[in-house]
């Protein structure tokens, strides 16, 4: 007993009137491994499966992370208070560098105050689709500083937190399943418009992902220089992969024009030379 005390007593660093011994290492490590056992049994319960079906995944994770950062912060004053700093006194006598930091790391911040309203306020979730930039994005972590997404090309984005909350985003997540999508497409004229109009239902209707089949409509858009503009729309749940939906209804549509005689033209103009 006597030479386990006499260890913990050793010092291994003494600057000024610090002194780091054994036991406040030992200390230390002892936090260090609570807080991560502490945060293992809270991550394990709010993933469990009775707890998720009253929460969902991006819930139990945004309530996750709030918890983690809370737990480390405590942990970290009381890093500094085992070896002997006093974290009152350090705040107190860090006001003017902290001003000084904080104006240098204002943007930093931004995006932290931003992670922190984000993952209080679940306005975004993880597996929420949003659209940011004109880019269709799956979030896949929400972090303190900037979240993770994963685009339709599946290449991983980096966010700053700060550009989800001042910015104008769509979270298509919100929106219940009928989400209406439009694809614009012009005929020749003289075209048969009731023809067109029902060629345009008919591949719609042909693609499995297209929801409510008796929600698909056709609008005579306008008449331009060189052709009569229709729009198909339709309704679908797959909003990430909506693009390839569109791009097959597109094949499905220059087919079934191509079976109907119905012409896609291109611009033209008429020539008139007057002779004297």
């Known amino acids: 007993m006597e030479s386990i005390k006499s260890f913990l007593e050793f010092e291994l660093l003494h600057i000024g009137d610090y002194v780091i011994s054994a036991f406040a290492i030992v200390r230390i490590l002892l936090i260090i491994i609570i807080v991560i056992i502490l945060l293992w049994i809270i991550k394990k319960t709010l993933m469990r499966k009775n707890v998720i ?71 975004i979730k993880i597996d929420d689709i949003l659209e940011i930039d004109g880019d269709i994005v799956k979030i896949e972590n929400i972090g303190l500083r900037t979240s993770k997404g994963l685009n339709r090309d599946q290449i991983s984005i980096i966010i700053p937190n700060s550009l989800i909350t001042t910015n104008k985003v769509i979270n298509w997540s919100h929106q219940n399943k009928r989400n209406r999508f439009k694809i614009n497409v012009g005929v020749a004229y003289g075209s048969d418009v009731d023809l067109v109009a029902k060629v345009l239902v008919e591949s719609a209707l042909e693609h499995k992902d297209v929801n409510q089949k008796d929600k698909v409509d056709v609008m005579l858009l306008d008449f331009a220089d ?39 033209p291109f611009p033209q103009r008429d020539l008139h030379i007057k002779k004297d």
Not at 239 to 259: A, C, L, N, P, Q
């Open 53 to 123: 079906e009253r929460l969902d995944t991006g819930t139990s994770f945004a309530i996750y992370q709030i918890i983690k950062y809370t737990v480390w912060v405590i942990a970290f004053a009381l890093i500094l208070e085992t070896i002997g700093i006093k974290v009152t006194v350090l705040i107190a006598g860090s006001a003017a560098l902290l001003v000084g930091i904080g104006l240098g790391l204002q943007q930093t911040f931004n995006d932290i105050i931003s992670g922190m309203i984000l993952l209080s306020e679940r306005s």
């Open 226 to 264: 060189s052709s009569l503009n229709f729009q198909l729309l339709f309704y679908s749940e797959e909003i990430f992969r909506i693009e390839r939906i569109k791009s097959d209804v597109r094949k499905i549509i220059t087919r079934k024009f191509r079976e109907n005689d119905i012409v896609i």
